[in-house]
C-alpha cells in the first residue's frame, strides 16, 4: 500500500495527476486543506482518511510540499522512523528548507521527485546526498491535454 498525504493545493495538484493514471497500486489517502477537493476532482473513487495511525501495510509514503501545514512533514518523519521509503514532490523552487523543517529539524525523504530542471539543480546544491528523480511533471501535462482538446475543438468549428 502506498500512503498519499498532501495539503497545499499545489503539491496536491501535482501528485494527484501522478497517481492518476497509475493502475496497478493501491492507495490509502490522508488528505487535508486545499487539497481534498482537488483529489475529489482527479481522482476516481475518491476515499479520504482523516488520520492514519496503522502503518503495518504501508510500504511506501507519497506527500506534497507545504509552506504552512506541517501534515506532510509529521508523516515523512514518522515514515521515516519506520524505515518505510519516502518519496517527496516539489512543486515549486523556493522555501525548500522550510519546507522541509518540523521541530526545527530538516526531515528528508529518500527521493525527491521533480518536474522541472531548475528545482533538481537547485536541490542538487542544497542536499548533496539525496535522491533526486526528474519525471515530465504530470500536472504540466494534463494542462497539456486540456488545451490540445480545446485547440482541437476550436479547428473542427472551423
Not at 55 to 66: E, Y
Not at 83 to 103: G, M, R, V
Amino acid at each position: 500500500m502506498i500512503l498519499i498525504v498532501c495539503h497545499d493545493a499545489g503539491g496536491a495538484e501535482v501528485v494527484s495527476s501522478y497517481i492518476k493514471n497509475k493502475r496497478n497500486d493501491k492507495y490509502i489517502f490522508c488528505i487535508k486543506g486545499p487539497a481534498v477537493k482537488i483529489f475529489k476532482r482527479n481522482i476516481k473513487n475518491f476515499k479520504n482518511n482523516s488520520k492514519i495511525k496503522n502503518f503495518s501495510k504501508i510500504n511506501k509514503l507519497v506527500i506534497g510540499s507545504s509552506i504552512k501545514s506541517k501534515l506532510e512533514l509529521r508523516y515523512l518523519y514518522k515514515a521515516t522512523q519506520l524505515k518505510i521509503y519516502t518519496q517527496c514532490f516539489l512543486d515549486s523552487w523556493n522555501d525548500f528548507k522550510q519546507k522541509l523543517t518540523l521541530n526545527k529539524k530538516i526531515i528528508l525523504p529518500n527521493e525527491f521527485l521533480v518536474g522541472d530542471i531548475y528545482c533538481k539543480r537547485i536541490i542538487k546544491k542544497l542536499f548533496k546526498r539525496s535522491k533526486i528523480t526528474f519525471i515530465k511533471n504530470p500536472y504540466l501535462k494534463e494542462i497539456k491535454k486540456k488545451i490540445d482538446k480545446i485547440v482541437k475543438k476550436k479547428k473542427k468549428k472551423k
